[in-house]
């Protein structure tokens, strides 16, 4: 059984920025590839970002391109978004997820493509 724990959400003004973690658990984590989404009240649930699970394949929404980064350090089980030039728009929970099929370099951006999630964390940007 995998655990994904994302933590680093919280309150941030416009313009700022947040570094988010996402811990998982078990010894195959730098064999899968991971990717953040984001659901704001009353919306869908949308793809923000992926990484290959050599970290070398990124893929980001078109929304957080030039502004976020997404990032893996398989040593400590760990997947990064930092998260720049915040805008009221980005404010929503966050959850970090672990792509279905191993060895993916070219992580997928559909949510059925993911089959491990984490319970989420908040992130809230004021105008």
């Known amino acids: 059984q995998v655990q994904l724990v994302e933590s680093g959400g919280g309150l941030v003004q416009a313009g700022g920025s947040l570094r988010l973690s996402c811990a998982a658990s078990?010894?195959?984590?730098?064999?899968?590839?991971m990717g953040w989404f984001r659901q704001a009240p009353g919306k869908e649930r949308e793809f923000v970002a992926a990484v290959g699970w050599s970290g070398r394949g990124t893929q980001y929404a078109d929304a957080v391109v030039g502004r976020f980064t997404i990032s893996r350090d398989n040593a400590k089980n760990t997947v990064y978004l930092q998260m720049n030039s915040l805008k009221p728009e980005d404010t929503g929970v966050y959850y970090c997820?672990?792509?279905?099929?191993?060895?993916?370099?070219?992580?997928?951006?559909?949510?059925?493509?993911?089959?491990?999630w984490g319970q989420g964390t908040q992130v809230t940007v004021s105008s």
């Open positions: 078990g010894r195959t984590f730098s064999s899968y590839a």
């Open positions: 997820a672990r792509v279905r099929r191993i060895w993916t370099t070219a992580p997928p951006r559909l949510g059925v493509e993911y089959d491990y």
